[in-house]
């Protein structure tokens, strides 16, 4: 029980001039952990993956990965050490193929060795092997998605944050990326997962926690936590 | 690596006919027109480093190449020092004066860059204007020694100097564009974000290209005391160097080497002839257009046009 | 020693002098701080402007001041077509504010070389009567050459102050800035307005040309003067404020003059650079940021 979890973030506090975006949140995932994130829009969620990946500064509280304060780190030394995120919209690299795409982190992960046999299973692993010459905008919405999820954990990290990676997508669509980031935690990868859509959170989280007004009000098992009266009312109340 | 001395090897005897052609003709004025196509050529790849491969725009082109020029003057009211080591000298200046403008304001968006060099090469030409050990505002002579060994005379010597920068700085933009350091700076200039959430240490990455092009400008800048025999402010500073070191990469084509030669032997060529025949006014008035001209309707540029663009080996 | 009259002397013109900085500035204010549009054209734009007023009181004989009524909707309907090409060629493409840049660079260019092509190099200056009058006070003097583009300034930056704040459209203006899809939302075109701003802010450019036009001679070239201090007064204003635009704009003609004074003409062009790249290595939000 005294083992420290993978991600640890202890009084996580964020403020956009006047406005609290994250009021000291505790949040921790362990290693290959599958927890949801969920909340009303302007809840703090992307706010936290910010402050967790360092495209923004926390302004109170500390982040610890495997056992290193991370949080005054650049985004590219915490991706170095085993931390990635996805965004919310597909950011594929536009004048570059998808093979291409993937060799961007390898590169300067250091692994250049071993890059194309990388590179080929990641490809074949999210099922775009077939398209690994294919320019970015010669793609649908869900194979850009799966460029996104390939890209970002090519390089083998420990934690992955997914920002909201099945806006838009078709049921079956939404229901081949929640098994492909089942597969990938099969393969080690902690993912928190961002979502509105509640069915893909419930399918797939282990835990669940869930943000209000930038204050964590729940954390926990999925069906206790939905069972909350509070939670409930911050959903009823949107 | 065999690739890329491959590829060493042909622009070095590309430039050997170059040069050989060029003593053929047997004109001085083929030289003088020449020195100033490969000042271009070097001065479009050196602003594609950037501009092109990152997608940051540099406006004070005339400013880096303006200090290598004047650091060539200062080191030469100290000692007399041969024009190769000038070059050099004035490289290292204008290379460190770029990576102190990068290290500034390339934390902060694209466009302040573009705003801090258009302020850069104010701010330096009043310096300049004021200081008097390098001329000041009056201007100062550079007297061409008479003679020089095996070129003859010194604009075959210039123009030397200035094709053996040009394969540098040629080998350099292609060497980065097959190495991880290229590969980097596509994903800055697609994504600067992503490039970032991708590992790519995107503030090292930048002040490197802002170095090297800034570096490879002062280089070039170096002869130009020597090449106009009288250097004052406002001709190191003119601002048609910026417009068409910007302008012949973009209608050249900006992801390759290829695309701002191109564009620099085209277009620097068509300026000797219009200048001459025309005006250079109109010269001007005619680069003008094609740069907007390009830019709205050929984003790839020429080598977009003729279909030479060329997707990336991912092998 | 300096004595008090040359400085309060110094001290007033640099407030007329900033003061009519503030209205070449005040398009790329809307511009650059609220649309995004880094127009490095913009100060062109305003010589054009001059230009126009000069050819005007030579054909017709109007006053500059007259002018510039005429020449505000012929800037305005330039601003849409500009503003049409520069959307459909970058701002959709959404890719590539490289291009843009180069575009409006390019722009400034050829506007200077027509000019040239047109009117030669030679400065050119209104004949109006009041350019050489000048009012006293006490040992202060107050040129009209300054004190019209300082007051004519204060008129257009309060005329767009007024049409931001009040009308439906300024307001919608504002909210794009803030957030695109909130206005698509409200039914409104994002696209549309920022073309409507956009070409306001060549207008207010316009203005401010038959401005110039008053407080000096104008020469093509005159233009590059003022891109460094056209964004160094829309940083420092805090990126789209317009108060904030006059107060930036007064404090820098105030140093350049006085570093004219204290350390000699030529090094007035590197005051508002200088100043820039410090606001920028030091506070990248401006003095007035939010």
């Known amino acids: 029980m005294s083992e420290l979890p993978l991600f640890h973030a202890q009084g996580l506090t964020k403020r956009f001039g006047g406005f609290v975006a994250l ?22 969620k992307s706010t936290l993956v910010g402050c967790a ?3 923004l500064r926390n302004d109170g509280g500390a982040v610890w990965f495997k056992d290193r304060r991370i949080d005054r780190l650049l985004p590219h030394q915490r991706v170095r050490a085993g931390l990635v995120r996805s965004f919310q919209l597909p950011r594929p690299f536009r004048g570059l193929t998808v093979a291409e795409n993937l060799r961007v982190p390898l590169v300067f992960a250091g692994r250049q060795g071993r890059a194309q046999d990388a590179i080929d299973d990641a490809l074949e692993f999210v099922g775009l092997a077939a398209r690994r010459e294919a320019m970015p905008q010669d793609l649908t919405q869900v194979d850009l998605r799966k460029l996104d999820l390939a890209r970002a954990t090519v390089a083998k990290p420990q934690l992955l944050f997914v920002d909201e990676a099945m806006a838009g997508l078709s049921h079956s669509e939404v229901d081949e990326i929640i098994a492909l980031m089942m597969r990938m935690n099969e393969r080690g990868v902690a993912i928190v997962m961002i979502e509105h859509i509640m069915r893909a959170v419930t399918a797939f989280s282990q835990r669940l926690v869930v943000l209000v007004a930038g204050r964590k009000i729940a954390d926990g098992d999925p069906e206790q936590v939905l069972a909350n009266v509070e939670v409930q009312r911050a959903y009823l109340g949107e | 690596m065999s690739a890329f001395f491959r590829f060493l090897g042909l622009a070095i005897i590309a430039a050997c006919a170059l040069f050989a052609a060029m003593r053929a003709v047997g004109n001085d004025y083929v030289f003088y027109a020449g020195y100033t196509v490969l000042e271009y050529v070097v001065l479009a790849c050196a602003w594609n480093i950037l501009g092109g491969y990152v997608g940051y725009v540099n406006f004070g082109v005339a400013a880096f190449l303006a200090l290598g020029a004047y650091t060539g003057v200062a080191l030469g009211r100290i000692a007399p020092v041969p024009l190769p080591v000038m070059m050099l000298a004035g490289g290292v200046v204008a290379g460190l004066v770029g990576l102190g403008t990068g290290y500034l304001t390339l934390r902060l968006r694209g466009i302040f860059f573009a705003i801090a060099t258009l302020a850069l090469a104010v701010v330096l030409q009043t310096l300049i204007t004021n200081w008097d050990f390098v001329g000041g505002s009056a201007g100062v002579y550079a007297i061409r020694p008479k003679h020089v060994p095996i070129f003859g005379s010194y604009i075959q010597y210039m123009v030397f100097l200035m094709l053996t920068l040009a394969v540098v700085v040629v080998a350099v933009s292609r060497a980065i564009e097959t190495s991880g350091l290229g590969l980097g700076f596509v994903a800055i200039r697609d994504d600067e974000v992503a490039a970032e959430a991708t590992g790519v240490p995107t503030l090292r990455l930048k002040l490197i290209a802002t170095a090297l092009s800034g570096a490879f400008m002062g280089m070039a800048g170096a002869p130009l005391p020597y090449y106009l025999t009288f250097l004052e402010p ?10 068409n070191s910007i302008a012949m990469p973009l209608i050249g084509g900006t992801t390759m080497w290829f695309g701002p030669v191109l564009g620099a032997l085209l277009l620097g060529t068509a300026q000797q002839v219009i200048t001459v025949t025309i005006s250079s006014e109109v010269n001007l008035l005619i680069v003008g257009l094609l740069l907007i001209g390009f830019v709205v309707l050929a984003p790839q540029g020429l080598i977009g046009l003729l279909g030479l663009t060329g997707k990336r080996r991912s092998a | 020693m300096v004595s008090f009259d040359l400085l309060a002397n110094a001290v007033v013109s640099g407030v007329l002098l900033g003061g009519f900085y503030a209205g070449v500035a005040a398009g790329a204010t809307i511009s650059f701080g609220l649309l995004d549009i880094a127009n490095i054209a913009h100060p062109a734009f305003v010589v054009f402007g001059a230009y126009g007023a000069f050819v005007l009181g030579q054909r017709f004989g109007l006053d500059p001041l007259v002018a510039a009524l005429f020449v ?7 601003g849409l077509a500009v503003h049409q090409v520069y959307h459909r060629a970058f701002e959709r493409r959404g890719d590539d504010s490289m291009r843009g840049l180069a575009f409006f660079f390019g722009l400034m260019f050829v506007g ?14 209104t004949s109006a009567a009041y350019a050489s009058t000048s009012i006293k006070i006490g040992p202060v003097a107050l040129p009209l050459r300054q004190l019209i583009p300082f007051l004519g300034a204060l008129v257009i930056l309060a005329a767009a102050q007024l049409f931001l704040s009040r009308t439906f459209i300024g307001r919608a203006i504002l909210g794009v800035a803030q957030d695109a899809t ?3 939302l409200m039914g409104a075109d994002p696209v549309r307005l920022k073309r409507i701003a956009f070409a306001i802010s060549i207008a207010l450019a316009g203005a401010a040309g038959a401005l110039l036009l008053v407080l000096e001679p104008v020469e093509p070239a005159i233009g590059r003067e003022f891109i460094g201090r056209v964004f160094a007064i829309a940083v420092l204003g805090g990126m789209g404020s317009l108060p904030g635009t006059w107060i930036a704009a007064v404090m820098l003609g105030v140093i350049e003059n006085l570093t004219s004074i204290f350390a000699g003409a030529s090094w007035a062009p590197a005051v508002s650079f200088g100043f820039l790249l410090l606001t920028l290595a030091v506070r990248p939000s401006g003095l007035f940021g939010r």
């Open chain 1, 53 to 55: 990946s360092g495209s």
């Open chain 3, 72 to 78: 505000v909707p012929v800037f305005y309907l330039a």
């Open chain 3, 182 to 184: 909130a206005i698509r």
């Open chain 2, 234 to 243: 406002s001709s190191a500073f003119n601002l048609t160097y910026a417009v």
């Open chain 1, 23 to 44: 009021d000291s949140v505790d949040f921790e995932v362990g290693a290959g952990e599958r927890v949801g994130l969920i909340g009303p829009n302007g809840s703090g």
């Open chain 3, 112 to 125: 200077e070389v027509v000019l040239i092509l047109l009117f030669g190099v030679d400065y050119r200056y």
